[in-house]
């Protein structure tokens, strides 16, 4: 018998029961962690979209007690393997719950994706940062020699950066799950879109990026990811550009290409990578400016 989806929002039963299978399931994850070899990956892979899909199914109210209750279960659970705990699984059930509530309100979908992706991304840098210092071991260092690439010059600067993309890709994931889900549970996804608002998020972290690596490598590289993410949508959003529009903006490519040729040698080879921020500056700035144009063009001269 099939459950009626419609109903869990206002259903107390419902809502009670979605809360403790929710915070059941994130239980035996943290349990597989901690004694299962290389179930961690599994823990990884699902944590933040299990979260995000039980905090989106009950009610807002209920939320911060899905939240609490699934913690203690991790903590109880899997309380042996910390580095699990404090690396993943709880920055996943954090911004997993708080992605199915921003996607449960209908917020700006690109502010949305990028919100939930700079709190795991802090949140497990912060953990992975306790669990060095409780246990005097450098984690992320045993994963990259692992791996075999500890040797590459600023790669652990790049955590940050990796974890965002990572991150946004989960994100997606559980958001193309529920727009796929939501015709049989009745669900309308309407987001507000805002390509100016985008635009003018990637001309600020294309700045910060390119100048604040000098002083930190990996918050450029952060902000590089944040610059480039921005600028994509809001390219993706621009209303329906004309020729004028994307010859302009291949004169710009053709700009930032010769700029970051000219720059390389000042930012060295170690520093480099944030140059890639030229792009999202380029074309978020012809994006501004053309939805400014737009803006003061009547309507009746933007339907000719």
């Known amino acids: 018998m099939a459950m009626n989806f419609s109903r869990l929002d ?3 039963p ?4 979605f809360i403790a299978i929710g915070a059941a399931l994130m239980g035996i994850l943290a349990l597989g962690s901690a004694y299962i070899p290389f179930f961690s990956l599994v823990a990884l892979l699902f944590s933040s979209s299990l ?10 109210k209920y939320i911060p007690l899905y939240l609490s209750s699934s913690l203690a279960l991790v903590f109880l659970c899997g309380f042996s393997d910390i580095a699990s705990l404090l690396f993943f699984l709880i920055p996943g059930l954090i911004s997993g719950s708080l992605s199915g ?25 912060l953990g992975l940062q306790i669990t060095n210092l409780l246990s005097g071991v450098d984690f992320l260092l045993l994963f990259l020699n692992f791996l075999g690439i500890a040797e590459i010059k600023n790669i652990q600067a790049l ?8 991150s946004l890709f989960i994100s997606s994931i559980s958001y193309l799950f529920l727009t796929l889900w939501h015709k049989k549970v009745q669900i309308n996804f309407s987001f507000k879109r805002s390509y100016c608002l985008y635009s003018s998020i990637a001309i600020l972290a294309s700045s910060f990026s390119l100048g604040i690596v000098f002083l930190d490598v990996s918050t450029g590289f952060f902000f590089l990811g944040l610059a480039l993410y921005f600028g994509i949508i809001s390219f993706l959003e621009v209303e329906r550009p004309r020729f004028f ?9 053709v700009i930032s290409f ?13 520093l480099s990578l944030t140059l890639f921020a030229l792009f999202p500056l380029a074309f978020s700035l012809l994006n501004l400016l053309h939805a400014i144009i737009r803006r003061r063009i009547p309507r009746s001269k933007k339907e000719e």
């Not at 995000?52 to 807002?60: H, K």
């Open 159 to 166: 955590v940050p950066l990796f974890l965002f993309a990572y």
């Open 14 to 17: 419902a809502n009670i029961s």
């Open 258 to 270: 010769y700029a970051f040729t000219l720059l390389h040698g000042f930012y060295g080879e170690a």
């Open 10 to 12: 206002s259903s107390l």
């Open 101 to 125: 509530y921003l996607f449960k309100i209908k917020w700006h979908l690109g502010l949305t994706l990028a919100l939930i992706s700079i709190v795991f991304s802090f949140s497990s840098w």
């Open 245 to 253: 529009y994307f010859f302009t903006l291949t004169i710009l490519i």
């Open 51 to 60: 979260a995000t899909i039980f905090s989106f199914l009950i009610r807002s």
